[in-house]
């Protein structure tokens, strides 16, 4: 069993930055998934980020990259979002995901573990 806990998110203006937090606890295999994902209200979960647990960062969404980078901290049992020159519409819950071999579809939200998720408010 793996738990998840997202922290970090909150309110920021259009152009500045916020870095979300996930702390897993449990057993979490070296070649796990573990991704960011997102859902604004009326539109579907979508994948932003995902890092191999012990490797490195493998996807990043179109509408992010070059924005937001994906990292870890093995020691921590963290991982994190460093998301920077935000915009209005990438204001959504985030939440924090694991996927166990055998794989589900990296960009899809059928992953094993989730957190609660953290709000991020970007305001115009």
């Known amino acids: 069993q793996v738990q998840l806990v997202e922290s970090g998110g909150g309110l920021v203006q259009a152009g500045g930055s916020l870095r979300l937090s996930c702390t897993a606890s449990?057993?979490?295999?070296?070649?796990?998934?573990m991704g960011w994902f997102r859902q604004a209200p009326g539109k579907e979960r979508e994948c932003v980020a995902v890092i191999i647990w012990n490797g490195m960062p493998i996807y990043y969404g179109d509408s992010v990259k070059g924005r937001f980078t994906i990292s870890k901290d093995n020691a921590q049992n963290t991982i994190y979002l460093q998301m920077n020159s935000l915009k209005p519409e990438d204001t959504a819950v985030y939440y924090c995901?694991?996927?166990?071999?055998?794989?589900?579809?990296?960009?899809?939200?059928?992953?094993?573990?989730w957190g609660q998720g953290t709000q991020v408010t970007v305001s115009s």
């Open positions: 449990g057993t979490i295999s070296s070649n796990a998934r």
């Open positions: 995901a694991a996927d166990l071999p055998p794989y589900t579809d990296l960009r899809k939200p059928g992953y094993d573990y």
